[in-house]
């Protein structure tokens, strides 16, 4: 058999095989429709091709037997098998045999160069598509001869190609039966040509999750990004919507209505939205995230977005719209003010600026609130998942201390929740305070006295930090840098560490990695000022 190096650049059929060896050649009695050798055309009748018996098949390789025609369809000669079989064994090399008509298996599992072989299938679906699948045996009958196979001590292997749509219970149930040890996975190669029923992305992942939790190894081709990864179209959409402004115009909502008798029902209706103006930050990537399986198709519809009317709220929080304006009480009934779903809802504005037929799924409607800080708390388990950062924000709802509100703006700004309340207050707030904070709004251990002081002194920092060549907020709040103007500031004045600020270059930031470094560069600053 000739040794034939798989071509890299033109697509093989598996990665982890060297090379590729066909002595019995022809036409395939299958003809399957999307077989890859169709195009090439003119093949003639089935053969033995013994000139491809006499060549050496050197050692240590993992050779394809048989890529260009199925060597074990019905039609091809025992005999042909047999010395084909003998050749392969004469060698030291590793062998993959694969047959949709993997029942002949049998015929010859005996011969001892399976051995050190494996052997495949193809399974493409669970379903049945005999448009495109040609003179096959059923994949039911593939899946039980290959688990007869693998009973007998022999590796086998499963390929989904091409992968058409499927049931996903069903196909792993198949794959399950034929005791595979590796799934190899790919796409329609000639789609153009071929339109085949296709799975989705989604469909795809999901596979891949459960054969993976199934500790069976997925090796996945190249072509198959054509399917998992995003269109270039769809990314284009995307960009496009990522780039609309977030409006709060009315939106179709599916809004769950409870009935007399308990039932629920979903009532469309077109509302607008609205946010608590110091609710947590909204991340532009969980939106896009939101935005992506949206315009995927793939949004888990059983999430609920739980929101309460605007008129109950506006009396007790500073509600905006989305572009940040206050909601007016002659307009509150327009308004639903989102509890829990902010990025999701933010993401149905984009889609909606350019897709005015999509719907808002299982939209609930809370009643009456009277704490909305701890409501907050305990439909989001704030005090076991929540970050620092969205503590802050949450006890920044209800709360009018004026130190809590500037922590919460330093945060927005990007400032590290630590670092906010250190430049804010001057110490450190224990979690045990903080808890206290978030969950009865106790904010007696800050200090009254100098307050206004230290929040002047927060501002300032912050105002003549960012006006430094090249800074960036993430490098002026790092901690050494907020503990060092802190401590310098405490031990002089508010005035001498701002003087010292100011003659400071980005480069003196970026130098210094400990609170006391940055106190010597200030020290050094201020000398230099006077």
Not at 90 to 116: T, Y
Not at 315 to 332: A, M, R, S, V
Not at 491 to 514: G, N, P, W, Y
Request: net charge neutral; hydrophobic share 35%.
């Amino acid at each position: 058999m000739k040794l034939k190096k798989v071509n890299q650049e033109k697509g093989n059929m598996y990665k982890f095989i060297t090379h590729t060896g066909n002595a019995i050649k022809g036409i395939c009695e299958h003809d399957c429709k999307y077989c890859y050798m169709k195009p090439k055309g003119n093949l003639k009748d089935v053969r033995l091709d013994e000139t491809e018996l006499k060549t050496e098949l050197e050692y240590g390789n993992f050779i394809f037997v048989g890529s260009g025609t199925d060597m074990f369809a019905s039609n091809i000669p025992s005999e042909w098998i047999i010395e084909v079989l003998n050749h392969c064994n004469d060698s030291d090399n590793k062998f993959l045999f694969q047959s949709k008509n993997p029942r002949r298996f049998l015929e010859f599992i005996e011969h001892p160069v399976f051995k050190k072989s494996v052997i495949c299938t193809t399974i493409e679906s669970n379903r049945i598509y005999s448009e495109f699948m040609g003179a096959t045996p059923s994949v039911e009958e593939r899946a039980k001869a290959m688990g007869e196979i693998a009973d007998k001590g022999i590796e086998t292997y499963v390929t989904i190609e091409p992968i058409m749509d499927f049931d996903l219970d069903e196909l792993v149930e198949l794959i399950k039966t034929c005791k595979a040890t590796q799934v190899n996975i790919g796409a329609n190669s000639h789609y153009k040509l071929n339109q085949l029923s296709e799975p989705t992305r989604d469909q795809i992942l999901k596979l891949i999750e459960k054969l993976s939790n199934l500790k069976i190894v997925v090796d996945k081709k190249a072509n198959l990004k054509r399917l998992t990864e995003m269109a270039k179209i769809m990314k284009k959409e995307l960009a496009e919507m990522k780039e609309q402004p977030v409006t709060s115009i009315s939106m179709k909502v599916q809004i769950m209505k409870e009935l007399e008798n308990g039932s629920i029902v979903p009532n469309e209706e077109f509302r607008k939205f609205a946010l608590i103006k110091e609710n947590r930050p909204i991340l532009d990537k969980n939106v896009y995230y939101f935005l992506q399986t949206i315009k995927e198709q793939r949004y888990n519809r059983k999430l609920p977005i739980l929101t309460i009317e605007a008129s109950e709220l506006i009396e007790k929080c500073n509600i905006t719209d989305f572009e940040g304006n206050p909601i007016l009480d002659q307009d509150t009934s327009e308004y639903l003010v989102v509890l829990d779903g902010q990025h999701r809802i933010k993401a149905f504005s984009l889609a909606n600026a350019t897709n005015k037929d999509i719907i808002i799924p299982n939209v609930h409607i809370e009643d009456k609130i009277e704490n909305v800080s701890e409501y907050l708390v305990n439909i989001n388990t704030a005090g076991h998942d929540w970050s620092l950062a969205d503590k802050y924000c949450v006890s920044a709802i209800t709360s009018n201390n004026k130190t809590i509100q500037k922590i919460h703006e330093l945060i927005k700004y990007g400032f590290n929740p630590s670092a906010a309340a250190m430049i804010c207050t001057g110490a450190k707030i224990s979690p045990a305070k903080l808890d206290k904070l978030l969950k009865e709004g106790d904010t007696s251990f800050l200090s009254d006295e100098k307050e206004d002081e230290l929040l002047q002194r927060a501002d300032q920092y912050f105002i003549e930090g960012m006006s430094i060549d090249k800074m960036d907020v993430k490098i002026l709040s790092r901690r050494y840098h907020v503990n060092g103007f802190t401590s310098f500031a405490a031990s002089r004045t508010v005035e001498d560490a701002i003087k010292a600020l100011r003659k400071l270059k980005i480069d003196d930031f970026k130098s210094v990695k400990q609170d006391n470094e940055f106190v010597e560069k200030l020290r050094d600053a201020l000398a230099l000022a006077s």
